[in-house]
């Protein structure tokens, strides 16, 4: 029998699942569950939704585009120093993150290649011009000069993308589904820390709340993403 890559995707989906409800029960029953240490709980993708970069558009060098180095940006999360989550919880968050990162990877990547169609018309735009050059109908200097105004074109496609201020909002959203993906898993203790944090508070961790570093809080809160 063939599977189609939808059904392949589903039965992935679904010994993902078993698996993680296995392991669970496995922790409520008392069995020992190999986990990551807390404080190595993956840190939180801060990305912002900002235009990738241009280079190139000159006579012997086409254009190229550098997305941004925010794409990979990162917040340490030392808030679970304050949550001291026990190991189930910990599975539990792991899946909430990992959902997170997929979901933030897949809006940058939206986003990305988005911006290929302005990149795409700028090479077209390029290739006539030295067309023309090579026929004649321009000089040099007037196809540098009209190069250049290509490049800057782009520059502002790129900056004006509507795109873009969908990404924005599609960060801030993921951001909140992760606040209330973890919530259910937390104690009401430990529940009314990460609201805390969550609200982009800074003073949410009780005084010695986990802190091995000597009074060091949560200082990882993630300012707002805004469109640039």
């Known amino acids: 029998m063939r599977y189609s890559r939808a059904n392949w995707a589903k039965l992935a989906a679904g010994a993902i699942i078993g698996m993680w409800l296995l392991n669970i029960g ?7 569950i ?4 807390q404080n190595l709980v993956p840190e939180l993708p801060q990305p912002a939704a900002l235009p990738s970069s241009v280079s190139g558009g000159s006579i012997t060098e086409d254009f190229a585009l550098h997305p941004p180095r ?33 979901s933030v990877h897949a809006v940058l990547k939206a986003l990305r290649e988005s911006e290929r169609q302005y990149w795409q018309q700028a090479r ?27 490049a800057q074109w782009l520059r502002q496609q790129l900056a004006s993308n509507p795109m873009r201020e969908w990404a924005a909002q599609e960060l801030v959203r993921l951001r909140q589904a992760l606040c209330e993906c973890v919530a259910p898993i937390l ?23 986990g802190d091995k570093e000597g009074g060091r809080r949560d200082r990882d809160t993630l300012p707002p993403v805004r469109p640039r």
Do not use: K
């Not at 794409?71 to 959902?99: E, F, K, M, T, Y």
């Not at 030295?130 to 000069?145: E, K, M, Y």
């Open 34 to 37: 190999t986990v990551p240490d």
């Open 187 to 209: 104690t009401p203790e430990q529940l009314q820390i990460w609201e805390c944090w969550c609200s982009g508070r800074t003073d949410c961790c009780p005084p010695n709340g």
């Open 124 to 150: 077209e735009m390029r290739r006539a011009v030295l067309d023309s050059l090579r026929q004649g109908l321009l000089d040099r200097q007037t196809a540098a000069q009209r190069l250049r105004e290509i």
């Open 26 to 32: 496995a922790c409520q029953s008392g069995d020992q």
């Open 70 to 102: 925010e794409d990979g940006r990162r917040a340490p999360l030392h808030i679970w120093r304050c949550l001291r989550l026990d190991s189930a919880q910990r599975i539990a968050v792991q899946v909430c993150l990992r959902n997170y990162r997929d």
